[in-house]
């Protein structure tokens, strides 16, 4: 079952763009990628999800080289309300691992 | 449409009594996970269930703890004789049906804070 690594943490300032990494090397031919967002005292949320190539929506954009051995999470512009922490996911039944914290600064 | 709704949401016990936690997933999901997260930890998985069936209980102690989804009503995860150690937020989330191998986007609800004395 495919493992993921992630930075323990990261900081910010507000408006800018932010690229947070995933390794899975040993990812599996039909597992997706997924990111989520969590606050203290919440359930994670949904942020993204993608097979391979480039994936966009009104929130973040997704890059898989095409290996699919990595993917980086782009926050573009990002505000105060961002600082949380994010999780990539590979196959649910592996876990999360202990994600990137993200803080954002004024 | 109503979201993944857990209860409750906090829940105090004393060592040896038991703890159940409940889980009602989205409209139309028949895939439940539960989750366990410590305090500045990532979330761990315990077990992965569809309607009446435990599809994966490897991250699930052997001991004390147990979990269904009967056809229906909600989830349970289910902790006999607690201990200091099973203090933590528990997590349940749910995903729709697939025909192929699932793919990872699933839905939280807020938690259900165990904490025991």
């Known amino acids: 079952l495919a493992k993921t690594t992630q930075p323990i943490s990261m900081d910010s300032y507000e408006g800018q763009e932010v690229n947070i990494t995933c390794s899975h090397n040993?990812?599996?031919?039909?597992?997706?990628i997924t990111w989520y967002q969590q606050f203290p005292s919440q359930g994670p949320r949904f942020i993204i999800q993608?097979?391979?190539t480039k994936v966009t929506n009104e929130v973040a954009s997704l890059f898989i080289p095409a290996d699919r051995k990595s993917s980086t999470l782009s926050l573009p512009r990002v505000s105060l309300s961002d600082t949380a922490v994010y999780y990539c996911?590979?196959?649910?039944?592996?876990?999360f691992g202990a994600g990137t914290r993200l803080t954002v600064k004024p | 449409n109503a979201g993944v709704m857990q209860n409750p949401r906090h829940l105090v016990r004393r060592r040896g009594q038991e703890a159940r936690l409940r889980c009602s997933p989205m409209k139309g999901h028949s895939h439940v996970y539960w989750y366990r997260q410590l305090p500045e930890e990532g979330l761990k998985f315990m077990v992965y269930?569809?309607?009446?069936?435990?599809?994966?209980e490897s991250g699930m102690p052997k001991e004390r703890f147990s979990a269904e989804f009967p056809k229906e009503g909600p989830s349970i995860l289910r902790i006999q004789q607690v201990v200091r150690g099973d203090s933590a937020a528990y997590f349940c989330?749910?995903?729709?049906?697939?025909?192929?191998?699932?793919?990872?986007?699933?839905?939280f609800g807020e938690g259900s804070r165990l904490t025991v004395l």
């Open positions: 040993n990812i599996a031919t039909n597992d997706y």
């Open positions: 993608g097979y391979k």
């Open positions: 996911l590979v196959d649910p039944r592996r876990g």
């Open positions: 989330a749910s995903s729709p049906p697939t025909i192929r191998r699932d793919t990872g986007e699933l839905f």
């Open positions: 269930l569809q309607k009446e069936n435990i599809i994966d």
